[in-house]
């Protein structure tokens, strides 16, 4: 059964304070590894989407990568307007969603 | 272009009462997803629809759980006998395509079950 992990749950950073979200994933034939970005009380916002190992993608401060094992969004120089849950998913070769439970982002002035 | 709407954004109903849920997707997507959300989870995935065919209906939790797309567009989603645990907000997503597609999300609906 696929499985979604993501790290941390919470992360609390500085303005400026770059960090690193972790995606880890356990999926019979990775067809594609999304990432969302979710405000309160509103629908997830699609950010980026990876389909093989080594892909890089970047969106102002945001940039995703992926491995076979793992994908990671780093947040560079993060504002308070950074501030979001971010979920990450994968879908596999029956083209089956799988999210992960989220990592909430909160940066402080 | 428009993306995916939801009617209500909120709804309250008290135990026991049938609620009905709506999706727009955005206009020549193909395929349409529900997902429930509840208060600090992730995301749980309910049903899905492709085109003519056959829903995979292999998330809905219960029986008092149904959907159905008209006319490749519009979905319903219709909890039967609502209980208290099915308060959570009702995300619906749509892509071009089912698989790999980028799913795009709807506002969701947010159910509360007095």
């Known amino acids: 059964e696929d499985q979604v992990t993501q790290s941390p749950e919470a992360l609390r950073l500085q303005e400026g304070e770059s960090s690193s979200l972790n995606c880890s994933y356990t999926?019979?034939?990775?067809?594609?590894l999304f990432w969302y970005r979710q405000d309160p009380g509103k629908g997830p916002e699609f950010l980026f989407t990876?389909?093989?190992a080594g892909e890089e993608k970047e969106k102002e401060r945001l940039k995703a990568t992926l491995t076979k094992k793992e994908s990671f969004l780093h947040i560079t120089a993060p504002k308070p307007e950074d501030s979001a849950t971010y979920l990450c998913?994968?879908?596999?070769?029956?083209?089956?969603?799988?999210f992960g439970a989220g990592t909430q982002v909160v940066v402080t002035p | 272009g428009a993306g995916v709407s939801q009617s209500p954004s909120n709804k309250v109903t008290e135990k026991g009462k049938d609620v009905e849920l709506r999706c727009d997707p955005i206009?020549?997507?193909?395929?349409l997803y529900w997902y429930r959300q509840s208060l600090g989870q992730g995301l749980e995935f309910l049903i899905y629809?492709?085109?003519?065919?056959?829903?995979?209906k292999s998330g809905l939790p219960s029986d008092r759980f149904s959907a159905e797309r008209t006319g490749g567009s519009v979905s319903t989603l219709t909890i039967q006998r609502t209980q208290q645990e099915d308060s959570a907000v009702y995300l619906c997503?749509?892509?071009?395509?089912?698989?790999?597609?980028?799913?795009?999300f709807g506002p969701g609906t947010r159910l509360t079950v007095l």
């Open positions: 629809f492709q085109g003519n065919s056959a829903p995979d």
């Open positions: 999926v019979s034939g990775l067809r594609g």
């Open positions: 997503a749509s892509s071009l395509n089912r698989g790999w597609d980028t799913q795009y």
């Open positions: 206009s020549g997507h193909t395929a």
């Open positions: 998913a994968v879908t596999d070769s029956w083209g089956k969603f799988q």
């Open positions: 990876l389909y093989s």
